[in-house]
């Protein structure tokens, strides 16, 4: 399947009725400039775009005998759906133009055809152009290289997108999000502000819902889709006024957003029933998860299972509960591995060195600090653990299951859905002792470990790819890009 687009301008030559026009065939007649792509569904076997009345009654009007060199690039791409029309285009009367440097990382040739006799108001004016069905700006907060769930997430789904065929554009925004000051507020205005009319952006949660004022602003001029990881109340320790002001905060950003991602059925079920989302505008895109092989665990020689957790140390992800439990098991033979950031809330992290200190676990517990690759620490494991308060998925819990390992966590969040009961063992949030008896049986009992790593490698094959991923949200955004709805301009301050 092929897609011919646009970077510039293309000739489309009208022949007698009936007949085929496009840039592979000589032809002769009359010429005229659109910004149009088409896609394979909409060529003849001879990669011909064949005419159709619609597009000729708009032509008829735009006749110029000049020639008009054509831009295009043709690029490998999956099957699109069927499209009712492709010609959402208008004609330009302002040429020659060339394409903004930057706004698609390169600028084609110049158009040498001489002015066009029909000219649109709407259309784009020297020095611009439109943006692409396939053009997407991706807005992300802090750093994109950065090892946490929602961040890998976002680095994923940006290649799985450029897979798909759509050209991305990282704007990369302060990291201050979802608490922004007013200088990081205005710079991620002026980075939307200078985005064609109709652009099409996908701006991630954290800095999504704490912008409402800046999503209304620009709602009627760009096409705003909204990506939800977890609703930003749902960080523990917030103050209750502060809860308050960001759910207001990120409802009435939602409002505004063409469309909403959510990454799991339970996070979508809660924009629906908190949030106002209306379901036709909300589209679930579970994390992806990619083969491994089994984890081949602590070997024979050792005193005991080697626990693993995964995740940054904040309080959501509850490693202090997790410390208090194994305080509670301190009389079986174990070792402990926590592999996250221990910097981005150092506090969290002083308070679980003095626990870890406290309850005598310094030699059995280890804080491994931030770590890119963790496939050796996976292969070594016999069991895996975290004690979130919430998770919006559950990337880390995933993974585990993928190399065949028994968990143990908590019904917080979207848990549930991604660990079934065959593979793990699920206990209440905020329940160190709970916790420390469904450690006491996994640790404690070598046949329950046996008989959740097999369900655990039963349910890694339902877990969806990133391509999946990648597919689900593609699609979303076609359908966003080719809608009809009315674009305005943003107010005048």
């Known amino acids: 399947m092929y897609a011919v687009e646009v970077r510039d301008h293309i000739m489309i030559a009208h022949s007698l009725p009936g ?21 394979r569904e909409d060529l003849d076997p001879d990669n011909l775009v064949s005419t159709s009345a619609a597009p000729r009654r708009f032509c008829a009007r735009c ?19 069927r499209r009712a029309s492709i010609w959402p285009a208008t004609c330009s009367g302002a040429w020659p133009r060339r394409s903004a440097p930057g706004a698609s990382g390169r600028t084609p040739a110049a158009s040498t055809a001489s002015a066009s006799p029909c000219a649109n108001p709407m259309s784009p004016g020297p020095g611009m152009r439109r943006p692409l069905a396939t053009d997407l700006r991706f807005a992300v907060p802090g750093d994109l290289e950065s090892l946490t769930g929602g961040y890998v ?98 409802r009435r950003a939602l409002a505004a957003a063409r469309a909403v991602i959510a990454t799991s059925d339970t996070t979508a079920e809660m924009l629906i029933r908190d949030y106002g989302v209306a379901p036709d505008r909300l589209q679930v ?103 979130s308060r919430h998770e919006g998925y559950g990337m880390v819990f995933a993974e585990a299951l993928q ?24 206990v209440p949030p905020n329940d160190a002792r709970s916790l420390a008896d469904a450690l006491r049986q996994a640790v404690g009992d070598a046949a329950t470990r046996r008989r959740l790593a ?22 979303l955004l076609r359908t966003v890009a080719a809608a009809r709805k009315r674009l305005r301009p943003a107010p005048v301050p």
């Open 403 to 426: 190399r065949g390992l028994p968990v143990v966590g908590t019904t917080a969040g979207a848990i549930p859905e991604v660990v079934p009961p065959a593979a793990g063992l699920l």
């Open 454 to 475: 097999a369900g655990a490698r039963a349910s890694a094959e339902t877990l969806p790819r990133w391509e999946q991923t990648g597919r689900q949200v593609s699609a």
């Open 19 to 39: 007949r085929v026009f496009g840039p592979a065939q000589r032809l002769h007649g009359a010429t005229f400039v659109v910004d149009v792509a088409f896609f």
């Open 285 to 387: 895109a579970k994390p992806g998860t990619d083969p491994a092989a089994p984890a081949r665990g602590s070997g024979p020689g050792a005193s005991g299972p080697h626990i693993l957790s995964v995740g940054t140390l904040t309080p959501r992800k509850g490693h202090d509960l997790l410390i208090e439990a194994l305080a509670r098991i301190s009389d079986l033979n174990w070792s402990c591995s926590i592999a996250g950031s221990l910097t981005r809330s150092p506090e969290t992290t002083a308070a679980l060195r003095a626990s870890i200190a406290a309850n005598r676990l310094g030699e059995r517990v280890r804080l491994l600090g931030e770590i890119a690759d963790l496939d050796s620490l996976y292969d070594s494991a016999d069991l895996f653990v975290l004690a």
């Open 63 to 81: 006749w110029n005998p000049s020639t008009t060199p054509i831009s295009t690039s043709i690029r490998s791409s999956p099957a699109r759906p």
């Open 153 to 250: 997430y976002d680095r994923r789904l940006a290649a799985e997108l450029g897979h798909a065929g759509w050209t991305v554009e990282v704007l990369a925004w302060p990291a201050s999000f979802p608490r922004p000051s007013a200088a990081d507020k205005a710079a991620a205005a002026a980075s939307l502000a200078a985005l064609p009319d109709g652009s099409l952006v996908l701006v991630d949660g954290l800095a999504f819902g704490a912008l409402p004022e800046l999503a209304e602003a620009e709602a009627g001029r760009l096409r705003l889709v909204a990506l939800v990881h977890h609703p930003l109340v749902l960080e523990p320790e917030l103050p209750p006024e502060e809860c308050r002001r960001l759910k207001r905060s990120e």
